[in-house]
C-alpha cells in the first residue's frame, strides 16, 4: 500500500474547543449530581420514584464521562 492512498484523519471536535467542552460537560454532570442528591435527601421513603433516580443518575455520570474524556484529552492524554 502507498502512503499516497491513504486519506487523512480529522478528528470531529478541535483540540481547541477541548477546555470549553470538558468544563461543560463536567459543570452540568455536578448539577445533576447535585440535584440527585438533593432529591435522595429530602424525600421520604414512601415517595421515592426510582425512574427519576435512575434517570437523575444515568444522566450525572453520562456528562461527568464525556467531562472527563475532554479533560484527559485536554491535558494530553490520548485515549
Not at 415517595?47 to 467531562?67: C, M, P, S, Y
Amino acid at each position: 500500500m502507498e502512503a499516497a492512498k491513504f486519506v487523512p484523519y480529522y478528528a470531529p471536535v478541535s483540540e481547541a474547543s477541548f477546555p470549553g467542552c470538558a468544563g461543560f460537560f463536567l459543570v452540568l454532570g455536578l448539577l445533576f449530581m447535585a440535584y440527585f442528591l438533593v432529591v435522595e435527601v429530602t424525600s421520604s421513603k414512601k415517595d421515592r420514584n426510582i425512574v427519576k433516580e435512575f434517570l437523575l443518575a444515568v444522566t450525572a455520570a453520562g456528562f461527568l464521562g464525556f467531562g472527563t474524556v475532554f479533560m484527559m484529552l485536554w491535558v494530553g492524554i490520548y485515549i
